[in-house]
């Protein structure tokens, strides 16, 4: 059976970015299951006295219910080198807890962490979406594997802007950042795009 999963950022007691969850949520269970009744997530996420102060990940595994909460401290990883690897075939337009493709493509490397390369368009890393800085603007692809909960707040909030971004591109920016529902635009370490091979 197949089972799904949201990560959600807890930040000093406050759920960031709840009403995308809730419908990417909604859209997976619809499109999975047919099923479109309402599940009340108060019920099942229950933030402690010692969660309150700092920064928390929410790992919600579901299928056609909320199998599990967890709530656990939050630490930024640190990236020094990227991968560009092409692979045709990778779907994940769903946040799957299946995540055996992204496993196999990153032992194939020695860097830290990879870039797919999907039918010659950049998509995303093995966790986050991306964005690009041209200097005066923050870019995202066109060509996303998952269409996350950050980028699409920050899309709506008119921060990124999307275009079609591929390997040739990469040479009209100065720098990159991986975005997730742990990190937005302000809190994602930037990176210089020759970082990337």
């Known amino acids: ?83 560009l690897l092409g692979n045709n075939e990778i779907e994940y337009r769903f946040k799957s807890e299946d995540r055996k493709i992204f496993e196999i493509l990153k032992d194939a490397v020695t860097e830290d962490e990879i870039i797919i390369v999907k039918n010659g368009q950049i998509t995303d890393t093995s966790y986050s979406n991306l964005v690009f800085f041209d200097g005066e603007n923050w870019i995202t692809p066109t060509s996303f594997l998952l269409n996350g909960t950050m980028r699409q707040s920050l899309l709506n909030s008119g921060k990124i802007t999307e275009e079609e971004v591929n390997p040739k591109d990469l040479n009209r920016f100065i720098s990159f950042k991986l975005i997730n529902a742990m990190l937005d635009l302000d809190e994602s370490p930037e990176l210089d795009i020759l970082m990337i091979s």
């Open 1 to 83: 059976m197949s089972r799904f999963i949201e990560t959600i950022c807890i930040e000093n007691g406050e759920i960031r970015n709840l009403e995308f969850h809730l419908e990417r949520f909604r859209r997976t269970r619809y499109k999975k299951w047919g099923l479109t009744d309402e599940i009340d997530w108060s019920e099942h996420i229950k933030i402690a006295e010692n969660q309150r102060v700092g920064k928390f990940k929410c790992r919600i595994l579901y299928a056609e219910n909320i199998e599990s909460v967890e709530i656990l401290p939050y630490a930024t990883r640190t990236i020094h080198s990227v991968k």
